[in-house]
Structure formats: C-alpha cells, structure tokens
C-alpha cells in the first residue's frame, strides 16, 4: 500500500526482458540501507519487489501482466522515474490510499499553463473513466491527485510547481502515456452495490 506521495526521482539504468518479463535496475536518493530485499517500492505508481540492490541502486522484477498494463516496458536507461517505498503504520498518509496495481495506461492530451502552476488533461479507456469523480482522488504515474474535472473519457488535473518539480509529469509533453490507478473506494463500492443488486439465487 502507498500514498501517492513520491519519495524521490529515480533514474532507470536498464531495462533487461526475460523470458517471462524483465528485470529493471534504477539509481536512488533513497537510503539503500533501510531497502531490504523482498521490499515492495512502487515506480511509476506500479508495485514491484526489490530482488537485489547495492550502494546507491536497487533492481527488481516485473511481471508480464505489469508489462501489459503499464508503460514500464518503455522505460529506457537515463529515463526518470517515480520512487515510493510502501505505506507504514508511522507515515504521514498525504495523499490517498494507493495500491500500486495500475488500472491501465492514459495519454496526456494537452498542458495550460496556469500561472506557476499548470492544468494536464489527460484521456483514458472508457472502462476506467467510469471511475473518475470531479474532485476525487486518482493516481498518475503512483502521484497522487486531485480531479479538477472530467467530461467523458478526459479529466484534468492542476499540478503545482513542486509536484513539477518533484515529479516526472515535469518532463511530459501532449502524446505521452502515463500509468492510470484509479480510486480503490470507488471500485470497491461499485463491487458492493452491484452485489445488492443482484437477486438472490433461489434455493
């Protein structure tokens, strides 16, 4: 489980695929001697797990459904990425909850600038544009965010000047993918009404 609140900008420095996924290596600020192998750390808002690490860099697998799902198997080495080690009882929850299982992949429609700060939309699948709710929580590339507005299959979100900053949606342009992670809540609750609208079944 993570917040969505990234810890820090990491910078791929490969990308192998193997026969039933790829393994990627990536250079890190984050204190490598608080990293233990097994431990889940979420890149690009997907969860994987550290296989093995050392000073300054830690490698980890990824699946061939997170290959399909995401955007990671582009990633090419000097390429930023988002770092967030999981959720413990003694952090700050700042954003929302975030689970690290990418819904699907958006693409950046356009970016405003507004003042300091700038306004990205953004388009997704209609199956998750269901789940978008005007003001609600929603999850780009594992950064969480506020939505300032939706209208079909496209909302937007207003970045201030430290989530650019701090952030690889900094680097983005009109055109690029990002990993899409829906609000779990809204999913849940679609999943629980639709349970006590289905009709008992006879016995």
Do not use: W
């Amino acid at each position: 489980m993570f917040t969505g609140i990234i810890e820090d900008l990491g910078t791929v420095e490969s990308l192998q695929l193997t026969g039933h996924g790829a393994v990627i290596s990536v250079h890190t600020s984050l204190p490598i001697s608080e990293i233990n192998i097994g431990d889940s750390i979420a890149v690009n808002g997907a969860c994987l797990t550290v296989i093995s690490k050392g000073p300054g860099r830690f490698a980890m697998d990824i699946s061939a459904e997170t290959l399909r799902c995401t955007g990671l198997g582009d990633l090419k080495p000097s390429r930023r990425v988002n770092l967030e080690r999981c959720l413990t009882l003694g952090k700050l929850l700042g954003g929302h909850l975030v689970s690290g299982h990418v819904d699907g992949i958006g693409r950046v429609v356009s970016i405003k600038p507004e003042g300091d700060s700038k306004l990205f939309s953004f388009e997704v699948a209609p199956a998750q544009a269901r789940y978008l709710v005007e003001k609600g929580s929603v999850a780009i590339d594992g950064i969480s965010l506020t939505i300032f507005s939706v209208e079909d299959c496209n909302f937007s979100v207003e970045l201030i000047p430290h989530t650019l900053r701090s952030t690889t949606l900094g680097f983005k342009q009109p055109g690029d993918t990002v990993n899409i992670e829906n609000d779990m809540l809204v999913k849940y609750v679609e999943k629980l009404l639709a349970i006590r609208a289905t009709p008992a079944l006879a016995s």
